[in-house]
């Protein structure tokens, strides 16, 4: 086979902005009810076929290694800086994947630069697999003889929840490609229903230096007798109610507040730097505010560089699009 043209896209991050626990699973998940935004903190990812089997990955972080650890207050080799490049990233399963099921030759190359941090609830992981998949089907209809083009929008989604719960968010809404920033979700959160904002939504991130793990917080972590409903939030991001009656949650935050020191400093940081709705996003450890503007957002996440006590990534951001625009070179 013939290499394709490389195939990139900058794959974003999301929050969420609401997530309830519904009911313990018998697959040992659990069913919730979940709000996701796309944001624009970004990786950048670049994909091609080659006449090579396997996948052979190499990742780096955009800004450099040396200058997240200063961030971070962390040493270059810090586990937090650390990103596998075997079939433990979610890429690597996503080209393993598509492989497979379009019984293709030859292999993958990958470039991964990273921006978004791991173990942070953000979906980094997922949407990196999310865009793989999206840029693996294109390189692979460049380069194939068969006719796989119209199974698009049926494969991929059921390829990306197989590979994790977040991953089918990222690949947007395929079969109307209509611009969305936001889904409610249900089941493990592949379960889509995506809509537009109203209006952009700003906010202010800070990932303190320590991941957490999402097995362990969802160990410690009960079912309510009554669970709460997104429905109120949707309508109001869809400005079917006043924005004035957001009500955010996530029933992750208490038992990740219970196993990371660092979440809680990060709340208290967000809300004394005047910034509304301060939740922890997925099972933390970043935790995120909301701003009125670009320019509240920007000025917060400068004084919070300055303030906040330890490492950390502190990021203002905006609600984007998913999915990211493919480029062909």
Request: with cysteine.
């Amino acid at each position: 086979m013939t290499e394709s043209r490389w195939y990139s896209t900058s794959p974003p991050a999301k929050l969420n902005l609401f997530l309830e626990l519904l009911a313990r699973r018998d697959d040992g998940f659990h069913e919730l009810d979940t709000v996701m935004i796309a944001i624009d903190w970004r990786d950048e990812l670049r994909v091609r076929r080659t006449s090579k089997p396997g996948v052979q990955l190499s990742v780096d972080w955009s800004a450099g290694r040396e200058s997240i650890a200063k961030e971070l207050q962390v040493t270059d080799d810090h586990e937090l800086l650390l990103v596998p490049t075997d079939d433990k990233n979610l890429v690597v399963r996503a080209l393993n994947r598509l492989t497979q099921t379009l019984n293709l030759d030859g292999g993958w190359e990958v470039q991964l630069n990273k921006n978004i941090p791991s173990g942070a609830g953000m979906g980094g992981a997922s949407s990196d697999a999310a865009s793989a998949l999206r840029l693996g089907w294109e390189a692979a209809y460049e380069t194939s003889s068969a006719t796989f083009s119209p199974l698009k929008h049926e494969m991929l989604p059921l390829l990306a929840a197989e590979i994790g719960s977040d991953v089918p968010f990222f690949l947007g809404e395929l079969e109307s490609e209509r611009d969305v920033e936001c889904a409610q979700a249900t089941g493990r959160g592949e379960k889509l229903s995506f809509f537009t904002l109203a209006n952009p939504l700003h906010a202010v991130v800070i990932y303190p230096a320590a991941s957490v793990s999402t097995a362990q917080v969802y160990s410690h972590c009960q079912v309510p007798d009554s669970p709460q409903s997104s429905n109120d939030l949707v309508r109001a991001l869809q400005g079917i109610r006043a924005e004035s009656e957001f009500s955010l949650h996530n029933a992750l935050q208490a038992p990740a507040r219970g196993l990371s020191s660092r979440i809680d400093p990060a709340l208290e940081c967000l809300s004394k730097a005047g910034l509304t709705h301060c939740r922890m996003t997925g099972s933390g450890s970043a935790c995120f505010a909301l701003a009125d503007s670009s320019q509240q957002a920007a000025i917060a996440a400068e004084t919070l560089r300055s303030t906040f006590p330890g490492g950390a990534l502190i990021r203002p951001v905006v609600s984007c699009v998913v999915p990211s625009e493919i480029h062909i070179a």
